[in-house]
């Protein structure tokens, strides 16, 4: 069986009731979206709503999708427009955009514990990559997403055409290894 | 460190700094228990988060319109620490509407006018459906309230 043949018999699992699959379903997809909404910049409960949402309209859509393999995609897509509108949202009544990016920066919302930096690299590989664009970040996010999505998944999550995901993510992790690379430069001229 | 290796590092750190909340599977999964209200779609014709801003709403307040094709409910959804408030009218025969959460679904009865008012709602999300003659139904698409 392929990929998209058993994705979408557990779509059709779950249309008919069987919460097994759904189950699968949930735990295939779950990071995916989480990652696709954190990469918006959104905070940590608002990122959990929008996901949740999602979850809300695949029940009610399950037994009129019309391409069951690719419900990753329809996933990531609701995941994806939900996030705008609720970036549009927090704009219109007066929270800026500013401050929700603020807020969504995850090294400032949640105070590094100090034992996991001991684990130093992790420290300065997250510094470096919270230093990328925003592109790059969001397309990085849905790459380590585990299980590994589908290109398609990764397409429909950030709304970016399959021919540009290589490249794109070449560009992103050369960038990526420059900014490791003045960091660490940068610690050794302090010190 | 080829880019496999250099993302591979990327994935185990992102595992420790912003990992989903534990819930979140859980509620995902509680999403199929819930009831289903109906196949038949109820439209979102209108939503004040839509329009340009300062034309309608104000503050914590939502307007949202739906509509089959014989029935239109219009809805005030006001929300406040976590909870929110639903005020709204229906034109057409319609007998009660609900008013359903991720934590339950509410039967509200209309008064003459055909207006309906439920306090407390807890959350964030919100579906509309629409009890009709016959035991027909209609629900709308789920809402977050932002």
């Known amino acids: 069986m392929t990929p998209d043949e058993d994705v979408a018999l557990l779509v059709k699992r779950a249309a008919a009731g069987d919460q ?5 379903l949930v735990d295939r997809y779950t990071n995916l979206l989480w990652s696709v ?12 709503d929008v996901v949740q949402v999602a979850w809300l309209r695949l029940v009610e859509h399950l037994p009129s999708l019309r391409e069951p393999e690719r419900v990753g995609s329809w996933l990531a897509t609701t995941v994806r427009r939900e996030c705008l509108q609720l970036l549009a ?32 690299r992790h420290a300065e ?29 990764v397409s429909a999550s950030l709304a970016m055409p399959i021919g540009s995901i290589g490249p794109t993510r070449a560009r992103c992790l050369d960038r990526l290894r420059a900014l490791l690379e003045e960091s660490v430069s940068g610690a050794g001229a302090s010190s | 460190m080829n880019d496999e290796e250099l993302l591979e590092e990327l994935r185990r ?6 990992p989903p909340p534990p819930t979140l599977r859980a509620a995902a999964r509680d999403a199929f228990g819930l009831e289903r209200l109906s196949e038949e779609l109820v439209r979102l014709i209108e939503d004040s988060d839509l329009q340009p801003a300062g034309t309608r709403g104000a503050g914590d307040v939502r307007l949202l319109s739906f509509a089959t094709e014989d029935v239109e409910a219009s809805v005030q959804v006001t929300s406040a ?9 229906v034109t057409g025969a319609v007998s009660a509407i609900v008013l359903q959460t991720p934590a339950g679904a509410h039967d509200v009865i209309l008064d003459e006018q055909g207006r309906f008012h439920r306090a407390g709602l807890v959350g964030r ?19 977050l309230l932002g």
């Open chain 2, 125 to 143: 999300m919100l579906r509309v459906g629409l009890r009709m003659p016959a035991g027909r139904t209609a629900a709308s698409a789920w809402v």
């Open chain 1, 37 to 48: 909404a954190r990469g918006y910049r959104l905070e940590r409960s608002d990122a959990a």
């Open chain 1, 89 to 120: 949202t927090r704009k219109r009544r007066g929270t800026t955009v500013d401050d929700q990016i603020l807020e969504g920066v995850p090294a400032q919302v949640a105070p590094v514990d100090s034992q996991l930096l001991t684990r130093e």
């Open chain 2, 81 to 89: 620490g976590g909870a929110f408030d639903v005020t709204g009218v």
């Open chain 1, 125 to 153: 590989l997250w510094q470096a990559f919270t230093g990328l664009t925003e592109r790059c970040q969001k397309l990085l996010r849905v790459l380590m997403v585990d299980p590994p999505p589908s290109y398609q998944d």
């Open chain 2, 13 to 18: 750190t992102v595992v420790v700094h912003d």
């Open chain 1, 20 to 24: 097994g699959a759904w189950d699968v």
